[in-house]
């Protein structure tokens, strides 16, 4: 059984810094892409970062400057430093990992979601 476990969410003031952390657990034989996406109530789930194993980054325009993802392999963790927040920023936070249990089959899992909120 493959886990996704998220933490760092919060509130934060505009201007402030979170930091948010995912972890996965279970048995894995590789992982491919890590990401972070964020939805609204009502909106669709959009891509805010994502990064290969080999370290490859991808942002969305809006969050360009203002976050940094990485990942650390051997702990099969994905980090998103977010600064400069904005409270446009506030969303439902929720990890990604395309990540093979066996060799040549991969699936996304997800994670349950943290909530960041930003306040001006």
């Known amino acids: 059984q493959v886990q996704l476990v998220e933490s760092g969410g919060g509130l934060v003031q505009a201007g402030g810094s979170l930091r948010l952390s995912c972890a996965a657990s279970g048995k894995i034989f590789s992982i491919n892409v890590m990401g972070w996406y964020r939805q609204a109530p009502g909106k669709q789930r959009e891509l805010v970062a994502a990064i290969t194993s080999g370290g490859s980054t991808n942002y969305a325009d809006s969050v360009k400057g203002r976050f940094t993802i990485s990942r650390d392999n051997a702990k099969n963790t994905v980090y998103l430093q977010m600064n400069s927040l904005k409270p446009e920023d506030t969303r439902v936070y929720y990890c990604?990992?395309?990540?093979?249990?066996?060799?040549?089959?991969?699936?996304?899992?997800w994670g349950q979601g943290t909530q960041v909120t930003v306040s001006s």
């Open positions: 990604n990992a395309n990540l093979a249990v066996i060799p040549g089959h991969r699936y996304d899992y």
